[in-house]
Each structure stands twice: as C-alpha cells, then as structure tokens.
C-alpha cells in the first residue's frame, strides 16, 4: 500500500517544512522537497492548506466500560477519539469493575482491538484497589498486562502515607503515577469554584485551594520519594506556579492541562449551565491565563482532553445532582488551534503537548515524521470552520459547553497502521 | 406611582437578580393596590377565575406554601399543593417528569420550593408554564424579598438611600440573597452581619458592606432583618454552640441600641426565639414581623396577577 502527501505543512521537532511524504506498507519510506509520484498509490494527500503532525495521543480519557456503557463504550469512545484526530487513547481506571487487576486490563485491550477502530487503547490502572485509597494494586502484575501508568483519577489518594508507598512501589516497575490532585476535605460536597459566582448561584464551592494544597503534597511527596509522577488537569494559577516551582529544583514532574481551563472561566456556569459542571471545576479569568502562561513557558507538557462523557439524563437534571465532565476528544483539535492563532503556541509545541510529551511520560515511543518510521500521523485542516452538535459528534455522549458552538479547525485524516482514513 | 409606559413581559419569577427597579417598584406598587382595594371591596379586586395554580413543595414550609395559596384563592385561581412526601419525588421521578406531567393537567402556573440551588430556573427552562420561585436552596427568595421591600417602604416611607442590617447565615440564606440583589437595585446601604464563617468577603462584590460584629454592623442602620439560624449548621463546624452564637449575634435589647431610635426589627420566620433574635425584641414595638405576613399575601397576588395576566392591574376608583 502507498501512500502519497503533497505539498503538506510538516510539523516535525526540528520546524515546520513544507515536504512531500511517501508512506509504503506502514513505514515513512520518503521526505522529498519535490512533489512525490501519484502514479500507483492508493491514497493521495495534495492540499497545501494542510498540517501534518507526529500522531496525537490523549493521555487522560474515561471510556467508561465496563460499567457505564450507557455513557460511552470503548468503541463509541474509540470512534470520537478517531474522529478527533488521536491515534491513542489511555483510558483511566474509574470504571466497574475498576480496573485494578489484570482481568480487566485485558478486557479493555481487547474489546479495542475488536473494535478495529484505528485507535490504540492504554490502559491506566487504579493505584488502589477499588479506588478505596487503601490497598495498592498488584502493580508489577497489571504492567505485565499492558497497563502504562496508575492514577485513582476521579479522586485524590487521601491518605499520604499509602500515597508515599504507591509512589515507592510504581517506580520500582518505572511506571508512572498520574495524580488527581485535590485535598478532598476542602472540597467536599462543592459544585463549582468558590468565589463570586458560587455565591451568586448559592452553590457550594469547592476552593481554589484545595487542588493548590492537594498538588503541593503530591509534589512534596514525590520529592520524598524521587518517583516520577504526572499531575492531572491543573486549573489553578498556584498550582501552576507550584510545579514550575518544582520542577526548578529538579523533581522528576510534569503536568497536563485541559482546553475547558485554557479556554473558559467559571462564568460558563451562570444559568446553571450543567454541562460546564466539571471537576476541577472551571476557575477565574486570573487562573485562565495564569495556565495558558504554563503552557507557553513549557511548565504543563501536556494538553489533554478529560473526556468524561456522561449521560443527558445525568445533566439536564438539578445542578446539584448533575454529574461532573465534559467530553472532549473531539473539540480538543480546535481549541489547541486557537492557542496558535492567538500565538501562545506554535505548531512545534503543539505537537509536543499532543504527541511527543504525553508518549514519553507513558514510556511509549512517539511517533516521528523521519524517514524509516512507522507513519502515524495526525494531518489536520486548521481552517475548517464546523459546529459541535448530535451530528457532529462521535462520542455516545454531548455533555459539552460547546455544543452548538462553532470551532475552527478539524483533524482531517489519519494516516495508522499503513492506513489512511479520511474524517471528513 | 406606576410608570404608564412600563409593560411587564417576564413568564417567571426566578429571582431579584434579575429584576430591574421598574421591575421591582412595579410589583410593590401592584401589591400596594391590590391591599388597599381588597380592605376596601373585595369584589373589586381582579379575578384570575379559570386559572390554576401548582404548589410543588419538595422541603416542608407551612408559611410560604399558605401565603401563595391564599393569594391565589383569594383571586379565585384553583389551587393544588404536591408535596415531597404525597407526590410521586419519593418513588424516583425526576423533577423534570414532575413538571411535564403538571403541564400535561393544563395548569398555568407552577410555584416551586426545592432544597437544591437553581431548580426553578432548571424547570423555567423546560416548560411553558410560569414558574414562581418559592425558594430554592441558598440561592433565591424572591417573594420574600419583595414582601420585605414592601413592608420596609410603608413603614420608612422610602425604599431607597436606606441603611439596611441583614444579621446571621447570610452564605445559605435565600432571603438574604434576594433581598441583597433588590436593595442594593433600589440604592440602599446594606450591611452584612455574622460570624466570617456565615459572610465571606466576596459578599462585598454585590455591594454590600461585611461586618463580624453587632456593634459596627447595626450603627445606624434603619432596618434590622434578622436570619433564622439553621441549626444543622453547627455540625458543620460555621458556628460552635448555640451559647456562644446568641452570646455574640443574637438580636436583643442590648444590641438594638446600636441602630437608630426608629429602627424596625424584620424576621422572615420561624424564629429560634432566644437564638438569632431575643423574645421582648420580637414581640417589642420595633417589630414588624407579623406585618411581614400580612404584606406576604398581597406580594403573592400581585405576583401571580402580574405572571398570568400579563397585565396591569388598574383601580377603578
Ligand atoms: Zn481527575
């Protein structure tokens, strides 16, 4: 099988080239200056106003099954990750059963495989069994199973001590542990951030501080013991400082951050709007781009989605009642783009917090547009201009702020296993 | 006192917040009318003879679910209460079913009480009936302010360039929301009055002053409201006993001295007599508190005239 792309903007490490890529039997086989011979190939790319990036990976997605097929299912959520322009997936462990033993683990990597939905499933194992945030997992055991990183991701490892020897003990298997970080006494039973607008809406508020006080122990702790751990979904101006903090004095650390907190504030729950209801909860202007900072400086490596679907009936119902998340796989490509249109990030660095920095935290190998690599690429119309609707969207779930909105930009194929699928 | 030009054009009454002052002066001008042509000749006052009120209740109040009531079989609209306890909340219907079904009886209105902030406004959203919102969570009170206002306007002669005390759980309390939003609409001073853990700071970004203490919080003031305080909030840790909360925010004739010779003392009820607010305070000659009542089913007539008529009520005389 080959395949040709002409006259595509490449984001390699190195800059962005304007380049013609041959693709034979899974493999980069050549990067030319000069447009590459259609003649013979089963699959031609010549659009000038594409992107080719190295594949992208979210690092943070909840497929929900076992347990919440009614939500989402690994092939629903696999097809929005397709359609979103990823090539994997690492799904986190808050599933039911959680996946806390090897069984579970294979199911997932299974049932994605069945699917044979071009997307790469990874699963994350739950630090503790049950999530009861007392007993570990059998870690050494559920790595061998194909797990990439522990997280109780959904809540926070309350109790430090077990938090400490988790961290000991994941790194004695060099794996990563991904910190859902949140003093959960602080934020216990609150709906929104505190602040103004909780008060306004007389909800209950769930304080900056304690995502700042649940990342300066997960941090401390990590320092104690010297593992190697990713904290999730930071939404905080101090928790961003705090890591940059950290990771100046050398602490193996590194972090992510969601487009809903690049792009929205707390004010997108005035009405109470349920689908901007959503843990971390969407924080102030100051803490907007305080993040959007992170990013730019290279404090918060990662861009992930979150993507937590859920479904209607567990958001057009009481505020109070209404679960937290938003989906995200397929809205992710956009809002990256608009941080390059207002020129926070370049292509370079979008291709790092999509590709590159979230393969290497998981320990696998990322994707490279070189010669002799396998081809797995992300090719995105930065232009295309599309609204997030029931029709737009893959995902079995719409629980999104962004629904009925109108987003610049779209992944226009993917380029896996050989293959090339056309999205759009 | 009513603007000609004004029309009113709302299908629910969700909160003060979003109210405008013609908005707010227009219904306690509505309510001032209706009182008065009612003490003169009951005959005379609108009917709203062949509309139908709902009462959906899901937390227990005796006095605000009678006040609508009476309001509306005064007016001779029918009237049906569902209460959490008799309607089908218990057996797993959703809030949203609740609604649909009510619609499906050919009703006009619903009036709703729920302990969960924004409900009203969640059910406002998905159907065409008028929602009056009787209370929801520790968000809003509308009806209840505007009985305030109304009662503070006839007894100061003036809604506006007030100095107003609002003492006690001002973070959960709807009535203190509600009457917030108005009064500082309508230009008046209010001061926020309680321990740091009932008046946060941010409390100051809707204009009102915050104060930890009696003293500094009822000088001068024209008008004391004083909260019910919620007793399962000490569990909580907001305040430690009920000794030491009425040992420094209980309303009593010693702190009253604080506030202006003429001060009224207001209480949305039921009063922990003793607690918040001290027996011969309550039933002193400062009191407005059973005036409240009164003035409560006229703002509930107007309000219900006002949503399902969609018209202004004029006297004839
Ligand atoms: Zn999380």
């Given at each position: 099988m080959k395949i040709v792309i002409n006259n595509a903007t490449v984001v390699t490490s190195s800059g962005v080239f304007r380049k013609n890529i041959l693709i034979k039997d899974c493999v980069i086989s050549k990067i030319s200056d000069s447009p590459i011979s259609?003649?013979?190939?089963s699959f031609v790319i010549n659009d000038k106003d594409l992107l080719v990036f190295p594949g992208f990976l979210d690092m943070h997605t909840h497929l929900r099954e076992p347990g919440f097929e009614y939500k989402e299912d690994i092939e629903t959520g696999l097809r929005s990750a397709h359609y979103g322009g990823f090539i994997g997936v690492a799904v986190m462990a808050n599933t039911n059963p959680v996946n806390d033993c090897s069984t579970v683990t294979h199911f997932m990597i299974c049932r994605a495989k069945e699917t044979g939905i071009p997307v790469d499933l990874y699963p994350i194992g739950a630090i503790t069994k049950g999530l009861n945030g007392e007993t570990l997992v059998e870690m050494g055991e559920l790595r061998s199973a194909g797990v990439v990183a522990f997280s109780d991701d959904?809540?926070?490892?309350?109790?430090s001590e077990i938090l400490r020897r988790a961290f000991e003990y994941a790194e004695t298997f060099n794996m990563p542990v991904i910190c859902h970080s949140e003093e959960s006494y602080l934020s216990?039973?609150?709906?929104?951030?505190?602040?103004e607008i909780s008060l306004l809406l007389g909800l209950k508020g769930i304080p900056r501080e304690a995502e700042i006080l649940g990342i300066y122990r997960d941090l401390t702790i990590a320092k104690l013991t010297g593992g190697a751990i990713h904290i999730a979904h930071v939404s905080t101006k101090e928790g961003v400082e705090l890591i940059r903090k950290f990771k100046k004095e050398g602490l193996s650390v590194t972090c992510e951050t969601c487009p809903q907190y690049f792009t929205?504030?707390?004010?997108?729950?005035?009405?109470?709007?349920?689908?901007?209801?959503?843990n971390p909860p969407l924080r102030t202007e100051e803490d907007r781009l305080a993040v959007i900072e992170g990013l730019r400086d290279g404090t918060i490596d990662v861009i992930a989605s979150d993507h937590a679907p859920h479904h209607l009936d567990e958001k057009n119902c009481e505020f109070q009642n209404a679960s937290f998340g938003m989906i995200g796989l397929e809205t992710m490509v956009p809002l990256c783009l608009e941080l390059v249109r207002m020129g926070i990030l370049d292509f370079k660095d979008l291709a790092e917090k999509l590709s590159r920095r979230p393969h290497r935290i998981l320990n696998l190998n990322s994707p490279k547009i070189k010669e002799g690599e396998p081809a797995n690429l992300t090719i995105i119309d930065p232009h295309f201009e599309w609204e997030v609707n029931e029709k737009t969207i893959?995902?079995?779930?719409?629980?999104?702020?962004?629904?009925n909105k109108k987003l610049q930009g779209k992944a226009k194929y993917v380029i896996k296993g050989g293959e090339a699928f056309e999205l759009f | 006192m009513q603007k000609d030009n004004f029309k009113w054009n709302r299908?629910?009454?969700?909160?003060?917040?979003?109210?405008?002052k013609e908005e707010i002066i227009f219904l306690l001008d509505t309510a001032k009318s209706m009182e008065e042509v009612l003490n003169r000749d009951v005959k005379k006052v609108p009917t709203l003879r062949g509309k139908s009120c709902v009462t959906l209740f899901y937390e227990p109040s005796t006095r605000t679910r009678t006040s609508f009531e009476l309001a509306g079989k005064t007016r001779s609209a029918d009237t049906i209460n569902i209460s959490v306890s008799a309607s089908s909340a218990v057996k797993g219907e959703t809030i949203l079913d609740s609604v649909k079904n009510i619609e499906a009886m050919s009703v006009d209105c619903v009036i709703i009480r729920h302990n969960n902030s924004g409900v009203p406004h969640f059910i406002a959203r998905n159907t065409k009936l008028a929602v009056i919102n009787a209370g929801d969570g520790s968000h809003e009170h509308p009806s209840q302010a505007l009985l305030d206002l109304l009662t503070i306007r006839d007894y100061k002669?003036?809604?506006?360039?007030l100095n107003i005390a609002i003492v006690g759980d001002?973070?959960?309390s709807r009535v203190a929301r509600s009457n917030i939003f108005a009064l500082k609409k309508l230009n008046n001073n209010v001061n926020l009055v309680g321990p740091k853990t009932f008046v946060?700071?941010?409390?100051?970004?809707?204009g009102a002053n915050v104060f930890h203490n009696l003293e500094e919080g009822l000088s001068g003031v024209d008008v004391v409201m004083v909260l019910r305080l919620q007793k399962e909030r000490m569990g909580k840790c907001f305040y430690p006993t009920e000794r030491e909360y009425a040992k420094f925010f209980s309303v009593n004739r010693q702190s009253i001295k604080?506030?202006?010779?003429?001060a009224i003392i207001m209480h949305p009820g039921p009063v922990n007599r003793g607690l918040e607010i001290s027996s011969d305070v309550l039933d002193g000659?400062?009191?407005?508190v059973l005036a409240q009542v009164t003035r409560g089913v006229a703002v509930r007539m107007a309000v219900l005239y006002t949503l399902l008529s969609g018209g202004r009520f004029e006297d004839s005389n």
């Open positions: 259609e003649r013979g190939a959904g809540k926070s490892v309350t109790n216990k039973d609150g709906q929104i951030n505190e602040g929205l504030t707390e004010k997108e729950v005035l009405g109470y709007n349920t689908f901007a209801k959503i893959h995902s079995k779930s719409i629980n999104t702020p962004f629904l | 299908k629910d009454l969700l909160g003060t917040y979003d109210l405008s002669g003036t809604i506006e360039g001002i973070l959960h946060p700071k941010d409390f100051e970004k809707f604080y506030a202006k010779e003429d000659e400062k009191s407005v």
